[in-house]
C-alpha cells in the first residue's frame, strides 16, 4: 500500500467523460415518492450529481451518522442524483478490531436507489497498539490513516486511488473514523471534485478545558481533514464555535442540524410495553437508548437510578441498545458473583422497528447523559413521543435540550445533578408532560427532515457549479 504524500496533492480533473452511476451504469434513485419526498420538495434543483460518499458503517448497523448518511442518499437518489457508498461490512463497532464483531457480506448491492460497496476489514492481533506506535510519525495523512480506533480497509484506500467512475462530489464522515474520510479526500484529489465533511464533532464537557473528549476529537490528524474540506456541516451552534476556534474559515461551515420521522418512532402501545417490563402503578419508567457505554452515560444513569431507589423513588430504568465493553465490565462488576441485579433495570439490547415504538410509548422519561454526542437524534425521538429529556450539558445536547423548557440538563459527569434532574420529573406528573408537549410542538418547526436534506443537496450543486467554472 503506498501512503506517500503525492496521492493527495490536486488531480487533474477528469470532468470530459460522463459515466454515470455504478457498476451497473443506472444513475436513477428509487422515485421521491416511493423514498418518502413530495414533488414539491425537489423542485428547482439542479442537474443531477455523481456523489461518492465514505462512511465507517452502514444499515443495517446501528448509529447516528450511519443512519442520516441512509436517509441522505435515499434523499438524493429521488432527486436524480447518483450515490455511490463506500463502506466498510463492520455490523457492529467490535467488528473495527475484532473478528469476533458482527460484520455484513462484502460486496456491491443496490439499496433505496444507492449503490453501497462494502469493503472487507483488516484486523490482526495487538493492532491497536501497533497502530498507535505507528501514529506517532509526525505526518498528517498517515496519523490520519493509524488511528488506533479505525476501521482499516486497504481495498478501499486502493479502490478511492483507482475508481472505476468518476464523480463529482465527495462527502465523508464521522470522526473519529478518519481512515473511511481519508480515502473520500483521496478520491476527491484524485478528480479535483469539492471534498465535504460531516465530523459530527464532539466537543465534550464545556467547563473541562482538558475535556479528554474534544481533546481527541480536535487533534491534529482531524484538524487536518477539517482543514482539507471544502464544506463542513455543523449539526450546533457549538459545533460551529469549535470549528471557528480551531481556525476554519466561517464561509466554510454550514449549520445544518437533523430532523425525525415521526412515523418510524412513534404509534407504539403503551399498554403492552409497560406490562412486558412489570411496570407497577405508580412507578416512573426512565429509559435510555444508546450504545450503551460509559460515553453515552449508561453506567453513570445507573448510579443515579440508584440513588432515586435510596430516596425511595417509585423509579424502573429501561436500558435500550447495543452494549459496549466499558459497560459489560461494569455489570459484571455491579452484579458480581451471582450474575444477577435489582428487577427495576431491564436490558431490552438492540430494539426492531416495533420494539423502538413501544420503547418511547412505554417511557416517562428519556435520559441521554452522553459525553459523546455532536447532536443526539433519540432526543428528538422522545419528543416526538411527548417524552420530556434529561442530559449532560455537553456537546451538541445542550444547544438541543431547553434546560426547564423541554428537558433537564445536569452538570456533565455530576451524578448528584443527574439525579436530581430525574428526581424532580420523577415527582412532578404535570411537569413531564408540560416539558415532554413543549418538544413535541418544537418538532414541525425545528426537525423536518425534508428542510435539513434539501439544504445539503443545495449545497452540493453550489459548489458542483464552482468547481465546473475552474
Known sequence: MDFRPHLIVQGEGLRSKRRLGGSDGNC????????????????GVALPIRAAHFIQRYP??????????????RYLAAGGDCVNVFTTVALSLEAFWSRKGRCHPAGDSREDGVLVRRYRLCRWPARRYQLKALSLFPHRLW??????CNPISFQMWREAGR??????LVHASAFPYAWPIACGLRLARRFGVPFVLTPFLHTGDPGNLRDPTRRSYTSAPFRFLLRAADRIFAQTESERAALWQLGIAPEKIVLQGLGVDAGECTGGNRARARARWNVREGEVVIGHLANQSKEKGTIDLV?????????????????AGPEMPSFCRFWRTLTGASGSMDARILRLGVLDDQGKRDFFAGLDVFALPSRSDSFGLVLLESWANGVPNVAYRAGGIADVVRHGQDGVLARCGNIDELAAALASLVRDGDLRRRLGHAGLERIPREFRWEDKLRLVRNVYHELVEKSKDR
Not at 443495517?60 to 442518499?73: D, I, K, T
Not at 448510579?303 to 436500558?319: D, E, I, K, N
Open 28 to 43: 436513477r434513485g428509487d422515485s421521491a415518492a416511493s423514498a418518502g419526498y413530495t414533488e414539491s420538495s425537489l423542485e
Open 163 to 168: 475508481p472505476e467512475q468518476e464523480f463529482d
Open 143 to 148: 496519523q490520519c490513516l493509524t488511528q488506533p
Open 60 to 73: 443495517p448497523a446501528l448509529g447516528g451518522s450511519e443512519a442520516y448518511f441512509a436517509r441522505l442518499g
Open 303 to 319: 448510579h443515579a437510578v440508584q440513588t432515586l431507589w435510596q430516596s425511595g423513588l417509585p423509579v424502573r430504568l429501561v436500558l
